[in-house]
T-cell receptor, first 113, second 114 residues
């Protein structure tokens, strides 16, 4: 069975400091993994995806994530936070074929000036 | 290029009333989805349609029905609304249901059931 755990419900950083949003997954096969971002009162937008190619995935707006099979993790990072990064972030695992998409509970990122 | 369009954006219902949420996409996607978002629970799949003419239940289908009217449109109906259905509803589409395909989301519909 698949599952996704986002280890922090809230993360607060200062502008210009690094961002780390943690995600662990459970899957009995090689999944596809995604990070989506949701700004207030908006729909979700894809940040990046992993589909068994390079383990370090680069996304939009300077975000990247590293797939670590041994740790079953897919943490999202950014070297320097910007005020516009304040949003909710969702880690997602999907099995190839079918509708089985599992969303994490979300991590709300706060960025302080 | 509108992407995924949902209507209405906001709706307030009384318990027992019915309503339909409309969704249309202009990206020629085969697969369409309805999710609900509740605080602390991420998004949960209500129904999905892999292609025109097919629909399948997701994680939380009870109290809902769907219609894939054509390739562009996928509606979600609440026949007898309950307070537990107060939520934000998102429609999404993808080119297919394969694992690598990205979901494109609408802006959401906020439903309150009194």
């Amino acid at each position: 069975a698949q599952s996704v755990t986002q280890l922090d419900s809230h993360v607060s950083v200062s502008e210009g400091t690094p961002v780390l949003l943690r995600c662990n997954y459970s899957s009995s096969y090689s999944p596809s993994l995604f990070w989506y971002v949701q700004h207030p009162n908006k729909g979700l937008q894809l940040l990046l995806k992993y589909t068994s190619a390079a383990t370090l995935v680069k996304g939009i707006n300077g975000f990247e994530a590293e797939f670590k099979k041994s740790e079953t993790s897919f943490h999202l990072t950014k070297p320097s936070a910007h005020m516009s990064d304040a949003a909710e972030y969702f880690c997602v695992v999907k099995k190839d074929g079918g509708f089985k998409t599992i969303f994490g509970a979300g991590t709300r990122l706060f960025v302080k000036a | 290029n509108a992407g995924v369009t949902q209507t209405p954006k906001f709706q307030v219902l009384k318990t027992g009333q019915s309503m339909t949420l409309q969704c249309a996409q202009d990206m020629n996607h085969n697969s369409m989805y309805w999710y609900r978002q509740d605080p602390g629970m991420g998004l949960r799949l209500i129904y999905y349609s892999a292609s025109e003419g097919t629909t399948d239940k997701g994680e939380v289908p009870n109290g809902y029905n769907v219609s894939r009217l054509n390739k562009r449109e996928f509606s979600l109906r609440l026949e007898s609304a309950a307070p537990s259905q107060t939520s934000v509803y998102f429609c999404a589409s993808s080119s297919s249901d394969s694992g690598a395909n990205v979901l494109t989301f609408g802006a959401g519909s906020r439903l309150t059931v009194l």
